[in-house]
Structure formats: C-alpha cells, structure tokens
C-alpha cells in the first residue's frame, strides 16, 4: 500500500488536491494550488527513457547508468539500443534510444530532480527544443501511479507517437504480464488495448531496420545492424587438443597464416580459443591459456587484413578475458554462461564489450554426463536456463544491448537435441521472449561446425570430413533465425551465408 503525506510545498513537490483510482491499485494525482504530496513507499518501480546525440552516445548513456545507479536507482533491465533519425527538428545528428527499469525510493519529483542534475552534470543545458544533447532522460512510468503537476506528467504525454520511445519500451516486457505494475503500465496505453498493441498500431517490427530507426549492438568502434547480413565467426584453435583441428596453428606463424585465410574466405571475426571445451577435456589454469593467447593476439591485430575486423575469445576465465580485451579483442566468448568463473560477468560489465553468454550445463569434462542430458523439451529448457544466466549477467552490469546468446549446439545435448535446436531457433526466441523482449532480440550465434552429432547422422566419424554436413547445418540455423554463425570453414559457409541472405532478403519483399 503507498501512502501519501503532506509536504510543505518544494520546488520539485506537486500539488494536488485529490487521489483518484481509475482501476485496483492503480492511481492518479492532479495539480491544485493548496498542497503538496509525495508518494512514500519502500521502492517504486520506474521507467527511465534515454536518448543522446552528441558527443559519444555510448559513453554518454554508460555514464548517465552509472550517476543513476549513485543517484539511488538500482537498474533491473535495459531496453536495445535504437539508432534513429531526429524527430521534430530534423536538422541535426542521429540519435542513439534505449530505455531502462529499474526501483527506486525516491518519490516521483526527487527522481526528477535526479535526473535532470545528471543532465546537467553532463553539460546539456537550455537550448532549442527537440534539439541537440549529449544525454536526455525522461520518466515514462512511475510505479502504477498517472502524475499531473506543472513540472511532470506520467505517463510522459508523448510517448504514444514516438516510436523510438515505445520500442524500447516494449523491449522491458515480456510478453507474459509478471507484475501488477507492469498491468498497469500496460492499462495507461492510449488509444489501445495495452502496450503492445499500441506497438503494432505504430507499426511494430516492421519498423526496425527501416524508416530511420536501426536495432544496433556496439562492438569494436561502431554500432552494428546484426539484420543486414548473417555475421560469419572463423574459429582459431590455439590448443593442441581440439576434437577437429588441434595443433595444426600452435605456432604465431601458423595462427597468423590461418587468420589471413580465412579473412581472405570471407571471415567478418575471428574467435580465439586457447582451451579445449570438446567433451571430457581437462581444463588448463588462465595463465596458460593466456601463454597460448596473448602472442597470438598481438601478431593477429598488427595485420593490415584484420583492420576493421572484429575479434572474440573464447574463454571462460574473466582474467583471460579482461587481458585479450587490453590486446585489441572485441567481444567476449563464454560457452559457461558465467557458470565457470564467479567474477566473469563483473569483469565484462566493466570491460564495456558484448559478452557472448552460452548454454551448457556442467563444464566440459561432465557436461555430456547423462544427468546433464535430462530435458523435458530441449528449446524450453535451454531458453529458461539461458534466460535465467543473461538476468544474472544484466544485474551484474552487462546491459541487454551488449548480449549475444547462443543455445550451445553440441554442449549438454545429444544428436537428437541438437537437431531440435537447429529447427527450433525460433522457439527458444520466443520462450525468452515471454519474460524479456530485450533478450529475444539478442543477435543468436550458432556454433555446429564439425559437431559429433554431425557424424553420427552422416555416418562421418572424421571431424575434418564434416565440412558439407555443417554447410547444411548452418543453412537450417540461418533460415529458423541465426545472425551469426562460428565454422571451422569458412569458404564453404561464407556461400552458404550469401544464399542464405539472398533467401531471406526475397522473403522479405
């Protein structure tokens, strides 16, 4: 139950005469000259929109995160990151939109007073409206509660023609309703049945990827559309172990000539891995895993062939992670999840780089024991527990924006749950879509190059000879939903990729 006391009148109180409920629990204040209220409760769940276009954007939202958080707003979710075109006055650079949930104690007219210091803080100050700033931040809900005072109107009066306000709004949600708050936000739409239907009045996804509004994901030094074109991952083994191709690039030289190649192929990044994960290996300590890496790294990013390339790791360790990201790594490859290393997610929330979170239970050495291989139906289970890791991951600081998720082909799963996964790409989306839209969204990496269960269907048991298996592979997962794809080759699959696209871009039309 909120209750509501009398204040003497502040400048960031609001006055108000009355306290209507226009459904259970849900409240609205209006402005009268004689008093001033507050809402007083343990914490009030909020909506937090966010737009900038100037400076950084990136930097200016990550600093603006980080004042809210000191300001006494704990961040639950993050919204995806929306690169759009101006609106009202057109005439200047494009901005970056995403919004954020998150409880606070802070009664409606101290969050305001708290954001619109850390705008200050930031150096925006009073200029045209609709205008240029380096960080704007606008109250969208405020608990179950509709605010009218002078200074502040919830829900904010303009959300319902914005686009680039209501997508990342939406992104908040999930498609199942997990609160009375957020029934309540849902009830508060205009002119529709509930938030989503507005979304779709607007235009929904259809919007996204056109009409100035672009889905992004930051990684390297630029804001990626992962919807343009399935992204093509060539695997680098650095072990000697590896089920397919282990000890063929030990050596500097050797490694450096197999990144030429397959840059050459047609390779969009280059995932190093120094630690075997085939199943029953046994693991190695992070320095000598870095041993393995970090020479590699620096002879790899000192190549005019990887300029404008992205980089991964494939690591589980967070130390590994944190130094192949000081030599010029771009993304973190994690086929744990976090479950290996307790300090992984802190260490990349504060690295700033996508962090690549994937499914397995166990580690390599038990994760094809057969109590790790008990599923009721394998696409619902995998995205529950991967959901479950990706919140844990954004409550450490990695935002929704900076998350890759992959549902790990070959890891914790036998012929026929890989083959599940492979055509079931698109329930696992929408599974964790019913508790977060954010999630969903998520750009899906598939890694079934030279997979055993690949052997066991073509009768190969060779992994080197699983080449066309995987070609066929990578097709189902592209055409169920994959943006991203790891293989061993990489001249085989950058074919299939373009087909691929070229179907999809015809479906579209």
């Known amino acids: 139950m909120n209750v509501f006391r009398r204040l003497l009148p502040t400048k960031f109180g609001f006055k108000t005469s009355k306290k209507s409920c226009y459904a259970p629990g849900i409240c609205s204040i209006h402005s009268s000259p004689d008093c001033v209220v507050e809402v007083h409760s343990p914490e009030q769940e909020v909506i937090i929109a966010l737009g900038s276009n100037v400076g950084n954007r990136l930097n200016n939202f990550d600093e603006a995160l980080h004042l809210m958080k000191q300001s006494g707003i704990q961040i639950t979710r993050h919204a995806c990151l929306y690169e759009t075109a101006p609106a009202y006055v057109t005439d200047q650079p494009q901005f970056l939109n995403s919004a954020v949930r998150g409880v606070t104690k802070l009664g409606p007219h101290e969050l305001l007073r708290a954001l619109k210091k850390i705008e200050k803080d930031m150096g925006r100050t009073n200029g045209i409206r609709y205008g240029p700033r380096p960080i704007d931040l606008d109250i969208l809900f405020y608990g179950k509660f509709k ?39 849902h009830s508060f739409s205009k002119h529709s049945s509930d938030l989503f239907e507005l979304w779709e009045k607007l235009g929904g996804e259809s919007l996204v990827g056109r009409n100035g509004m672009k889905r992004v994901l930051p990684v390297g030094n630029h804001l990626q559309d992962w919807s343009l074109k399935t992204s093509l991952m060539g695997i680098l083994n650095l072990t000697p172990d590896s089920f397919s191709d282990g000890g063929k690039y030990i050596s500097v030289e050797a490694a450096v000539s197999q990144v030429r190649l397959m840059l050459s192929e047609g390779a969009d990044m280059i995932d190093f891995g120094a630690q075997s994960t085939r199943p029953n290996a046994s693991k190695i300590s992070a320095e000598e895993e870095l041993d393995r890496l970090i020479p590699v790294i620096e002879a790899v990013t000192k190549i005019p062939e990887a300029e404008g390339k992205l980089l991964s790791v494939d690591t589980f360790y967070s130390e590994v992670a944190s130094e192949a990201v000081k030599k010029g790594v771009h993304l973190v490859n994690d086929v744990s999840g976090g479950r290996l290393d307790s300090s992984m997610y802190s260490v990349v929330a504060a690295l700033r780089v996508p962090y690549i979170a994937m499914h397995m239970r166990g580690d390599p050495s038990s994760m094809q024991n057969p109590e790790n291989l008990q599923y009721n139906d394998v696409c619902k289970d995998v995205a529950f527990e991967l959901y479950e890791r990706l919140k844990e991951a954004e409550l450490a600081g990695i935002p929704a924006w900076r998350l890759i998720i992959d549902p790990g082909i070959g890891f914790s799963k036998n012929t026929e749950h890989n083959l599940d996964i492979l055509t079931g790409l698109t329930t696992i989306q929408a599974e964790i879509a019913r508790r977060s839209l954010a999630f969903s969204h998520a750009p899906l990496l598939i890694g079934p190059s030279r997979k055993r269960f690949l052997g066991d269907v073509c009768a190969r048991p060779a992994a080197d000879k699983r080449d066309p298996a995987t070609v066929a592979a990578v097709t189902t997962g592209v055409l169920n939903g994959a943006n991203v794809v790891r293989v061993h080759n990489v001249q085989y699959n950058a074919d299939a990729l373009r087909l691929c696209d070229a179907l999809l871009e015809r479906k579209l039309r």
Do not use: K, M, Q, Y
């Open 147 to 185: 605010i009218h005072s002078e200074i502040l109107d919830v829900p904010h009066e303009r959300i319902w023609e914005r686009p680039f306000v209501v997508a990342p709004l939406i992104d908040l949600l999930g498609s199942d309703i997990d609160n009375d708050t957020v029934a309540s936000w």
